[in-house]
T-cell receptor, first 110, second 114 residues
Framework: GQNIDQPTEMTATEGAIVQINCTYQ??????LFWYQQHAGEAPTFLSY????GLEEKGRFSSFLSRSKGYSYLLLKELQMKDSASYLC???????????FGAGTRLAVHP | DTAVSQTPKYLVTQMGNDKSIKCEQN?????MYWYKQDSKKFLKIMFS???????INETVPNRFSPKSPDKAHLNLHINSLELGDSAVYFC?????????????FGPGTRLTVT
């Protein structure tokens, strides 16, 4: 079956670090994406991991462990504008098919 | 310049009507998608076309019919609209075979069926 799990909601303080976890079970797994979606807007690409390890891109980093079916998104130096939903998505099969999790709503407080 | 555009942005209609949503991308991508995001914000793939060929057709009522006149356009026609069709519909595109296969999303069409 196909299953993506991530926490529904998280809160954090401006300037802090937050880690959003994601576990997945998908057939034909070939990479893990993270998208950011602000309320009322389209999802926008944040990161992509296909090999085990950490990918760093500015304040955002993403980690993947294929053997554990686990990924996390790490957000550093949180800003108010980081308040959004963060969608974990597994890339499955040979058809560019993304299986999305339900998203984690992150609220950043002053 | 808009990369992936959709029209209309908002659509309010009554049950039983037929409506269409249009999508266009100017990124030179060869693959386009329709997603449905329901009230719980769960984003689910409906259809995908690669070079005008249907390659993904998830379990979607046959009242929904996609059409791709060329690889830059993907439209979605919905017949006999039902209350449960109310959602935000996102179009997306990507370049198949690219290193990352990143999908670019349109701004969404918020459909409300009354």
């Amino acid at each position: 079956g196909q299953n993506i799990d991530q926490p529904t909601e998280m809160t954090a303080t401006e300037g802090a670090i937050v880690q959003i976890n994601c576990t997945y079970q998908t057939s034909g797994f070939n990479g893990l994406f993270w998208y950011q979606q602000h309320a009322g807007e389209a999802p926008t690409f944040l990161s992509y991991n296909v090999l085990d390890g950490l990918e760093e891109k500015g304040r955002f980093s993403s980690f993947l462990s294929r053997s554990k079916g686990y990924s996390y998104l790490l957000l550093k130096e949180l800003q108010m504008k980081d308040s959004a939903s963060y969608l974990c998505a597994a890339f499955s099969g040979g058809y560019n098919k993304l299986i999305f999790g339900a998203g984690t709503r992150l609220a950043v407080h002053p | 310049d808009t990369a992936v555009s959709q029209t209309p942005k908002y659509l309010v209609t009554q049950m039983g009507n037929d409506k269409s949503i249009k999508c266009e991308q100017n990124l030179g991508h060869d693959t386009m998608y329709w997603y449905k995001q329901d009230s719980k914000k769960f984003l689910k793939i409906m259809f995908s076309y690669n070079n005008k060929e249907l390659i993904i057709n998830e379990t979607v009522p046959n009242r929904f019919s996609p059409k791709s006149p060329d690889k830059a356009h993907l439209n979605l026609h919905i017949n006999s609209l039902e209350l449960g069709d109310s959602a935000v519909y996102f179009c997306a595109s990507s370049l198949r075979g690219g290193r990352v296969n990143e999908q670019y999303f349109g701004p969404g069409t918020r459909l409300t069926v009354t």
